[in-house]
């Protein structure tokens, strides 16, 4: 008795008596627990943190019976909840027994505490050899829970045909007050990415999320947050339950209502055209991480964004907490055109500029003269190359910068000797067409042959040049998935994919890698955490990149959201964005610039190498700090006579509170309105800051002060710059100023 009257305290604690468990982490509990003699696993609370285990009732049981029609299996908050019986809601798992039953019966058999990890295993009641092992692990800081599961088929003969294979169910009770909820998304297109979605949970209705490209996609990211609708749901006292999944393939996650309030979030592995087929082997399903918050969105996206910083895995990425360094790369000034000559020129003018990286991307190769020809054929183009990319590589590391280079390694075109030599490794049918999308085909990675191919020529290159740094591209989805593999393909490309990524970090010793797939097709949580870059969209235009990077930000760590300057949008003459507004859009993340150097004027270059210089002195809290943002961007579902509809805001801290990087910006300003006061926020009340402002000029700021942090987060800051012009904007830095 004393035992469960006991505080809980941050970590996994098992009830004596019952088979109970309390996952508690900084600020949250989530409870599970068996209902005797049936063996069914339930969820019996996720939310705020609880204090004892006498907040939970027992003994644990199902739900009454409401009528024949709603069974009280339907209706449990099954943890695990799989096709079969009386269940007619969500389901995570569907398999087929050799003797031709499609019906699951899961029990409890055991469960086993070991730190911050908590494994539970079930099995069916009459088919004994077929498990399931859930897994528990905590992110105590982040208020996070990440979920594994693993289907297992151990000693037997039978093989058992997997036709569905989730990873988690998450049950979100109803609210406690009578507040409706919504549900975000993130959903886009190629140049459109992550665009916030807000859409009514309906009582009775379902939403489906999902990519079937072979790749995360574009169209849409595997994230969810569902959250009370007061105010902008951005701050405090607003609930949210998010999360994500780390797959980079096909993948899907539905919510589901209930007449009476209740969600319930599944997710995993896409079932389109899924299929595996296990006898004494197991088969490990994505992880797939959730977290409750009273902070609203800032607080869902601190917890992610650090979740991923503080996991990322040691053996590819030695050192988390290096700064991004400030990148150059020369597409948008040469294209295809790409030689020596030109090569040497424009990394001189980008070194001159401070940066600390030069990207050669695509064109370097033999017949690489446009799209259309030499994917496959990893080898420098002896034309535009005489003497190889190593001359090139050594006048860069002279210059004091790193080198990277572009790889698409999963295609191929049709065009090259790679394709006429093997044509056999790209996924087909041999009765379909192969279809093209720009003019390439995939090839099949599943084949050990391939990836050491693959293997072999990057690593030869990176190892013969010098190169520091990997721009990894994919342009096109997956399809006519043929393969010796069947319906796994789609599973084991997105693994030999991670193996081929794994390959190149041992091997290539200290290579970053940044995930690249015609913008942010992939940059779901498994790869980020295994790179140090990822590129969130192609769309480089300032007022667009403002909102692809309000959603990615709520995934994406801003020292892995690569932010470019470039011209864009250069094929529309009636729109004029400054330089510092298309810096200040940029500063958000990893700062790089994408212009063509050649076209600049002296005093634009000038302007340039300024911004790069205050980038670099305040990098260390864009980059490290919390993201929060105080305005969110125009167009996300606002009215457009607000005053925020023409706003955006971001705040970063850095974690000791002692320094904050503010980004404001005005998009139009049809009415010559002032902006209301900025409420800053995260700062130390009676601390005081110096803070220093700069609007188009980078040498000269256009206010200098001291405030306190109590009077910047309750009077406000005054922003006076960004009343009359249309794309203006500021950055504001504030440092605490310390005791004598």
């Not at 058992?160 to 009578?178: E, G, Q, V």
Request: charge should be negative.
């Amino acid at each position: 008795m004393r035992h469960s009257m006991q505080i809980l305290k941050p970590g996994i604690a098992y009830h004596n008596v019952e088979h109970l468990w309390f996952l508690t982490t900084k600020n949250t509990s989530y409870v599970l627990g068996v209902v005797p003699d049936t063996g069914i696993l339930l969820n019996l609370h996720w939310g705020p943190r609880l204090v004892t285990m006498k907040d939970i009732n027992l003994p644990i049981e199902l739900p009454k019976e409401r009528s024949s029609q709603d069974p009280a299996i339907t209706a449990a908050r099954e943890e695990f909840p799989v096709f079969g019986g009386l269940r007619y809601g969500p389901d995570l798992l569907r398999a087929k027994f050799e003797n031709g039953t499609r019906d699951l019966d899961l029990a409890y058999v055991s469960g086993e505490v070991e730190n911050d990890e908590l494994k539970i295993l079930l099995l069916d009641r009459i088919h004994q050899n077929f498990q399931v092992q859930l897994v528990y692990t905590l992110d105590i800081e982040n208020d996070l829970i990440v979920r594994q599961a693993s289907i297992i088929a151990a000693e037997t003969l039978n093989t058992y045909k997997i036709s569905k294979a989730l990873t988690a169910a998450w049950h979100i009770p109803p609210p406690a007050n009578s507040s409706h909820r919504e549900l975000i998304t993130l959903a886009g297109a190629w140049a459109a990415e992550t665009q916030v979605q807000k859409h009514s949970l309906q009582p009775g209705t379902s939403h489906v999320l999902q990519s079937v490209r072979g790749i995360p996609s574009a169209q849409a990211y595997p994230y969810f947050a569902v959250k009370d609708t007061t105010s902008d749901g951005e701050h405090s006292e607003c609930e949210v339950y998010f999360g994500t999944l780390g797959w980079s393939g096909n993948w899907e996650i539905e919510v589901h209502t209930d007449i009476e309030g209740n969600i319930i979030v599944t997710g995993g592995i896409n079932s389109r055209d899924f299929g595996c087929s296990l006898m004494r082997a197991s088969f490990d399903l994505p992880v797939f991480v959730a977290g409750y918050t009273a902070d609203g969105l800032s607080g869902a996206r601190k917890s992610i964004t650090n979740h991923i910083r503080e996991n990322k895995v040691t053996q590819l990425i030695s050192e988390p907490d290096t700064l991004a360094p400030v990148l150059y790369n020369g597409w948008e000034a040469y294209g295809f055109d790409v030689n020596i000559t030109n090569q040497m020129e424009i990394a001189r003018k980008a070194a001159s500029l401070g940066t600390e990286l030069f990207v050669l991307d695509d064109g370097w190769f033999r017949k690489r003269n446009s799209d259309k020809a030499g994917l496959g054929d990893w080898y420098h183009d002896t034309r535009k190359f005489p003497d190889g990319l190593k001359p090139l590589a050594d006048y860069v590391h002279s210059l004091g910068m790193k080198f990277g280079l572009w790889f698409e390694p999963e295609m191929v075109n049709p065009d090259s000797d790679l394709y006429r030599k093997h044509p056999d490794w790209v996924y087909h049918y041999y009765e379909r067409t192969r279809h093209l999308e720009r003019n390439q085909l995939v090839l099949d990675i599943t084949k050990p042959e391939v990836r050491h191919y693959l293997a072999e020529r990057m690593l030869a290159i990176i190892k013969e040049v010098g190169v520091d740094y990997v721009k990894w591209d994919m342009n096109r989805p997956i399809s006519e998935a043929g393969s010796r593999l069947g319906e796994e393909v789609w599973v084991a490309h997105v693994k030999s994919f991670h193996a081929l990524v794994m390959i190149i970090k041992m091997a290539g010793s200290t290579v970053q890698i940044e995930s690249c797939c015609s913008g942010g097709g992939r940059a779901d949580m498994s790869i980020l955490k295994k790179v140090e870059s990822c590129w969130p969209s192609d769309n480089t235009r300032p007022d667009a990149r403002l909102m692809i990077q309000y959603g990615s930000s709520l995934v994406i760590p801003p020292e892995m959201m690569s932010c470019w300057v470039t011209e864009s949008p250069n094929d529309d003459y009636f729109t004029n964005i400054p330089i510092s507004y298309r810096f200040h859009v940029s500063f958000m993340g990893a700062l790089g610039i994408g212009s063509d150097l050649n076209k600049l004027t002296q005093s634009e270059f000038g302007d340039y190498k300024e911004w790069i210089r205050l980038y670099k002195r305040v990098k260390h809290i864009v980059q490290k700090g919390d993201l929060d943002w105080l305005v969110v961007p125009p167009n996300v579902n606002k009215l457009a006579s607000s005053p925020s509809s023409y706003t955006a805001v971001t705040q970063t801290n850095s974690k000791k509170r002692d320094e904050s990087i503010v980004l404001a910006f005005r998009q139009f300003s049809p009415f010559w309105l002032p902006l209301r006061p900025v409420r800053l926020r995260g700062l130390i009340p009676y601390a005081v800051y110096t803070v220093t402002i700069w609007k188009t000029d980078p040498r000269t700021p256009v206010y200098e002060g001291i405030m306190s942090g109590g009077s910047l987060m309750g009077k406000g800051l005054n922003l006076p710059y960004l009343t009359s012009k249309a794309y203006s904007s500021v950055v504001i830095y504030l440092k605490q100023m310390l005791d004598d």
